[in-house]
C-alpha cells in the first residue's frame, strides 16, 4: 500500500512523491487477503506479506492513539495488551477486589508461582524487576494477560501500600486503589484509566492462517497447563502441547498443604503419604488437559523448581503455613533454611529431585497414566502422553528417571488391562546436554529445547537480572538484540544445531522440538526451520505468530 502525492496543473497529472503507508495489523491483512481473492497475487504471497508481530493487535486490547497519557515511567513490553485499573501490591487483595467486580493491576517487586491466583484475578500485572523471560512475563504471555516488567524506576512499599516513582526529577506516589494503565506492546505505565481499542478478529483472520497452514512445515505447540488456557490455544489452533509445567499445579490452594507436608517429611514414608494426597489431584488435571487436546500429543514435564519455592518466605507467613501443615513453627523455619539454596537456578532441582526423591516422579507419572487410561476409556480417543524429564545433564540421569516412567507405566497398564502409546523424552536446556546429546538419545525419544534456560547457562546470565544491563549491551552492538527475546543463534544456536545433529546420528527418528519463549519469535522460528526442528511451542496468545512466522520461514526456505 503506497501514500502517494499528486497535483493535476493544466490538466497533465504529476507525481510528487510515494511512500510506504502506514496501516493497522487489520488493514494490512484484509489488503494481503483481499489482493489474493482477486487474483492479483498468489495465497502464499499474501501469507509472506503480512509481519507476524502484527498479530498481536488482532489479539489483545490497545491503547486508543488519540487519548491523552500521564506517562509515569516505562520499563519491560513484557506480555501485549492494555489494561487500566486500580493497583493492588498483593495476590490476595487482587483476587478478593476482583471477586467484588473491580478491575485491578496487579504491582510486584518480582511474581512468583504462589502469585498465580492473584495474576488470573488481576487485568495486568506490574513488576519493579525481571525481564522478558521472567515468571510474571512468562505467565503473562501464557494468560493473555498484558505485563510491563523491570520498571526499575519504581520503588514498592509493602507495608505503606505505595508505589514511588520519580519523574522529571518530582517524586511522585501511587497508593493501593488508584488507577493506572499499563500497554505491554510500548513498556509504558500511565497515571489514570486510558481508553483501549477491543481487537476484532474478522473473517479474514482465519482465511490467512488456512493458506499459511497449507505451507508450513513445523508443528505448531502450546505451552500451557489448565484447561482454560488449552482450550485457548485449540482455539488459535495449536497442534498439541509443547511443554505442560506441572509445578503450576502444585500452587492451588487445595493442594499446597500437602505440597508442603511432603516437603518436610523426613523419610520416605512420610513423603509417600503426602503424595499419595496429592496423587488423586494431579490425575485430574492431566485428565482435564487430555479432554481439551483431545487425542494430540502432550508433553508434560515432571517437577522442575526447587522445593523451597513452595515454602513461606515473608516471616508472617510462617505460621499460618505451619498450622496447615501440622507442624511447629520452628520445626518449619529449619527446614526452610535447609533447603536454601545460593543459586538455586543450579542447585537441587529438575532431575535432582528426581534422583533423590523418586518418589515424586512416580506419583507424577503414576497420574499421567492413569489420566490417560480413563480419557481413552471415556472418550475413545487415547490421549498421547510425552513424559518430560527436566534438567539432563548425562545420559545415567535419563537412564534412571525412564526407568521410573516405564516401570509406572507397565504397572497402571497391568492394573487397568490396557495400554497407551507415550514417548519419554528430555529437554535440552544445559550446555554440557547439547553437546551429550549423541549418548542421551539412546534414552530419550524426543528433545525439547528449553531455551529461557539454555540461553541463561549458555550466556552465564541471569534472565530476572539482566534487564539492568541488555539494553546498554544491544545499544553497545554486543548482542544484536535481547537473547531472551529472539534466539542467539550463533552461540546458543549453535549448542542447538549440535544437539539436533548429534542426537539424529544416534536416533534418526527423535522428535526435536523448542519450548521456551522463543518459540513465539518469528525470527527464532525461522532458525528453526532451518535447522529442521519438528515443531515449536508457544504461549496461547502466540500461538498464531508461530503459525504464520512458521509458514513464511517455509516459503523461505523453498525460495
Known sequence: MQDIEFTVERGKLWMLQ???????????????????????????????????AALDQLLHPTLDPAAP???LTRGLPASPGAASGVVVFDSETAERRAGLGDAVILVRIETSPEDI??????????????????HAAVVARGMGRPCVSGAGTISIDAKARVMRVTVAGQAREVREGDVITIDGASGEVMLGAVPTVQPELAGDFGVLMGWADKVRRMAVRTNAETPLDCRTARDFGAEGIGLCRTEHMFFDAARITAVRQMILADSEAGRRVALDKLLPEQRADFAEIFEVMAGLPVTIRLLDPPLHEFLPHAENEFADVAAAAGVGVEALKRRAAELHEFNPMLGHRGCRLGVTYPEIYEMQARAIFEAAIDVAERSGAAPIPEVMIPLVATRRELELMKAVVDAQAQAVFAERGRQIEYLVGTMIELPRAAIMAGQIAEEAAFFSFGTNDLTQTTLGVSRDDAGRFLTVYVDQGIYATDPFVSLDVEGVGALIELAAERGRATRPDIKLGICGEHGGDPASIAFCERTGLDYVSASPYRVPIARLAAAQAALRARA
Open 117 to 134: 491466583h492473584g495474576m488470573h484475578a488481576a487485568r495486568g500485572i506490574l513488576t519493579a524487576r525481571g525481564g522478558m523471560t521472567s
Open 69 to 71: 497519557r500521564d506517562v
Open 18 to 52: 510515494t511512500r510506504s503507508g502506514k496501516r493497522t495489523a487489520s488493514a494490512a491483512l484484509k489488503i494481503a487477503v483481499d489482493m489474493a481473492q482477486e487474483g492479483l497475487i498468489s495465497e502464499e504471497e499474501a501469507v509472506a506479506r503480512v509481519d507476524p
